[in-house]
Every structure is written in C-alpha cells, then in structure tokens.
C-alpha cells in the first residue's frame, strides 16, 4: 500500500526569504547605478542630438582632469565601442561604463589608468590600434587617413611603446610624397613592423616577405640616412 500523503503544506525553504531579499536589493543596486550611469550622461549630452557631442566630451575631460587628446580618452571611446568620432550614444556610454564598473565621474576617473593598462595588453592592444584606425574615418565608404592625420595618431597610439621608429616613421611620412593617405592594411603593418623588426638595424626586414611598398621604402630611406 502507498503511503499516504502528507496533509501538512510544503513550508519554503529556510533561506528563500533572505535569498529573496537579497535578490531584490541586487536588483535595486543594479537599477541606481544604471540611473547614475543615465545622470552623467545626461549630464555632457546635447539634449537635441541626445548624444555626448564634441562639446560634451570636452566638458567630460575637463571635469576629469585629462586633456582631450590624451590616449586614454581614445581608450574610453574604444571601451565604448564608440562608433562615431567625437559622439558617444546613450547605449555606448551605458555599455562602456558597466564594463568599467563606473556609474559616478569620480569612479570613472579612477577607472582610466587600468583601462590604459588593460588596452596595453597585446590582444587588447592590438584591437585597440585597428579601432584607433577605424574611429578616424569619418565619412561614409571612407577607406583611408590623410597622412597629416596618421602622423598625429601614430604619436598618440604608437608613440609609447615605441618612440624611436614612430619618430621616424612620422619623419618619413613627413618627407615622402608618393603617399597622400594610408589605408587600414598598411597601418597594421606599421605595427607589425614595430614588434617583429629589430630597430635601428633593420637587419630582420626581408622585403620579399609580404610587407606593403611604404615600408619598403621607409627601410630604404633609414638606411640612405644612416649610411
């Protein structure tokens, strides 16, 4: 014979209130910091465009204490996944700012030097210099940099880790007139070229390997330089 069924009612179990507790509370933690993540955007956005703009990220650098054009700020947009130059959306500033753990500006201004050390990280670093790339295009099908402009970005991006080739580079890219702009393909390979070839020697650079004619060229120039 089966037993028979207990009449008593299923009681919970012990902890479900204080798990349920501590659910709700997790969740209206959650809820604040997004509201406070909302607040500092709203605070830099232009309220027609309902983007940070230009002025915005000028505003937001000065209240952090870094200059516009400090490397960092290039960072944050990377973080961001910002896709277009000098404008942050509400969905990037909230995605990029979760990720860093920072809903008040002064979180955010403690965040800034260890995202700069996990940008420095070579996969990091790596995607972190083709977007570098990609956030200065900005026209629509536009493909390549004007060479003014890779000068400037290689100084920023590259001018850290590896001074003495980006000085030359830049001295070059300066000198040369056969190339007006630089496409994405021969911006990787200056990377390339800067962790693979020994400097100033040069004597690992085989230019049968498949290295684009600008660099080619630039090893040439180095060694008409210094011969």
């Known amino acids: 014979m089966p037993p028979r069924a207990s009449s008593k009612r299923k009681t919970a179990p012990p902890n479900s ?5 501590r659910s709700s509370a997790s969740s209206k933690a959650k809820t604040k ?27 937001l650098c000065s ?3 870094v200059d516009h054009t400090n490397v960092r700020i290039l960072m944050f947009a990377w973080k961001l996944k910002a896709e277009k130059q000098g404008y942050f959306t509400q969905d990037e500033w909230r995605t990029g700012l979760k990720a860093l753990g920072a809903n008040t500006l002064s979180k955010l201004k403690k965040a800034l030097p260890d995202l700069e050390k996990e940008v420095r990280t070579p996969p990091n670093f790596e995607d972190f210099y083709s977007y570098a790339f990609r956030y200065c ?4 099908k536009q493909k390549n940099v004007d060479i003014e402009s890779v000068c400037e970005l290689l100084n920023l991006v590259l001018g850290s880790p ?20 630089i496409n ?18 040069l004597k690992n650079y085989d230019s049968t390997e498949a290295w684009p004619l600008i660099l080619d060229n630039f090893v040439e120039w180095m060694k008409k330089k210094h011969s």
């Open 17 to 21: 209130t204080s798990t349920d507790g």
């Open 63 to 65: 209240d952090l204490g």
């Open 184 to 201: 994405l393909d021969q911006w990787l390979n200056f990377l390339r070229f800067c962790n693979e070839i020994s400097f100033p020697d």
């Open 137 to 140: 295009l900005t026209e629509d």
């Open 33 to 59: 910091a997004r509201d406070q993540i909302d607040q500092l955007f709203d605070a830099y956005a232009n309220s027609s465009l309902q983007m940070i703009d230009p002025e915005g990220i000028e505003a």
């Open 162 to 181: 590896f001074r003495p080739q980006v000085d030359l580079l830049i001295e070059y890219l300066k000198f040369q007139s056969d190339y007006k702009v």
